[in-house]
């Protein structure tokens, strides 16, 4: 295993620490999302954790070590707020091709 | 307006259309997604962590709390943790090195640490560390004599683990802000000693 460490220097702030808190912007406005929707009561933390947890455990099954950490995050949010009906079916994929389309 | 990554990566827009719509149906507010970032971007980090274990070193009164209780205890710094319910401090001596996982996701003290590294969420890190800890910290640059005792702790969205690093010597009376950078983010993970 070689994991990726980290500057082994003092603690320091997360901007300065050589470490970037998310290797992508959506992948912050993601995690964002789900702190203000658990904040909100719109959904329960240890659902969507269930539903992350189950998420990387098939990942881990299908291809391991692909580090795709955010993806079944995302899916796992998309899934619960599905089920609970905060979103429509198809919904999200709606939203997004018009975004696509105006970018 | 938010910071969208504008390129056609379908997950980036997935993740905008969701945020938009929750937005659109009042739901969520978008100041609180844009503070929450902020907050987590900028304000958590390890240099919490580092107080809370200069603070225990140099106050035995303080470290009796963390070990009882480690949210009250951080709480009288301010600090927190959002999504836990229980912080269990695990103390290192010269016998016993925690270490910390979550062979699940990725649990981890937010409110002392910051957000996790890549390392931690692996597959590798989360399935060996319970399994060869010995193997998996010396890898990592920890190695440990055989007469100390290893112990791993698994995380749950309930209860997340803070490793409280040994002091090292030549700190006596250094105030706490100096032991503080003693205090490396690695030593409260359990992966460093």
Redesign the interface.
């Given at each position: 295993?070689?994991?990726?460490?980290?500057l082994?220097?003092?603690?320091?702030?997360?901007?300065s620490?050589g470490?970037l808190?998310?290797e992508?912007?959506?992948?912050?406005?993601?995690?964002?999302?789900t702190?203000?929707?658990?904040?909100?009561d719109?959904i329960d933390?240890?659902d969507f954790?269930d539903r992350?947890?189950a998420g990387?455990?098939e990942r881990?099954r299908r291809e391991?070590?692909a580090?795709d950490?955010?993806?079944a995050w995302?899916d796992a949010?998309?899934a619960l707020?599905l089920d609970i009906g905060?979103?429509e079916p198809g919904?999200?994929?709606r939203?997004?091709?018009?975004?696509?389309q105006h970018? | 307006m938010t910071d969208h990554d504008h390129d056609h990566d379908p997950r980036a827009l997935r993740a905008e259309a969701l945020e938009a719509i929750l937005i659109e149906r009042g739901l969520v507010d978008p100041a609180v997604i844009d503070s929450t970032l902020d907050y987590f971007e900028n304000d958590l980090g390890p240099m919490l962590g580092a107080q809370v274990v200069a603070k225990a070193w140099a106050d035995p009164a303080f470290k009796r709390r963390l070990l009882d209780d480690g949210l009250g205890a951080i709480a009288e710094l301010g600090l927190g943790g959002p999504q836990v319910d229980h912080l269990v401090v695990v103390e290192n001596t010269p016998d016993v090195h925690n270490v910390v996982v979550c062979t699940l996701c990725s649990c981890y003290p937010w409110g002392l640490l910051g957000l996790p590294p890549a390392w931690y969420k692996s597959l590798a890190y989360r399935s060996r560390v319970v399994r060869e800890p010995r193997n998996v910290l010396a890898e990592m640059g920890c190695e440990l004599p055989d007469d100390i005792e290893v112990r791993v702790w698994d995380s749950s969205a309930e209860v997340r683990y803070f490793v409280l690093p040994e002091r090292p010597n030549g700190t006596d009376g250094l105030p706490e802000d100096v032991l503080a950078e003693h205090v490396h983010r690695d030593q409260m993970i359990g992966v460093a000693r």
């Open positions: 295993m070689t994991p990726e460490l980290d082994d220097g003092p603690a320091a702030p997360p901007r620490n470490e808190s998310f992508h912007p959506w992948q912050g406005r993601l995690f964002a999302t702190m203000a929707a658990c904040d909100a719109l933390y240890a954790r992350l947890i990387i455990a881990d391991p070590e580090g950490y955010w993806s995302q949010l998309e707020m905060l979103v919904e999200i994929d939203q997004a091709i018009e975004f696509s970018h | -």
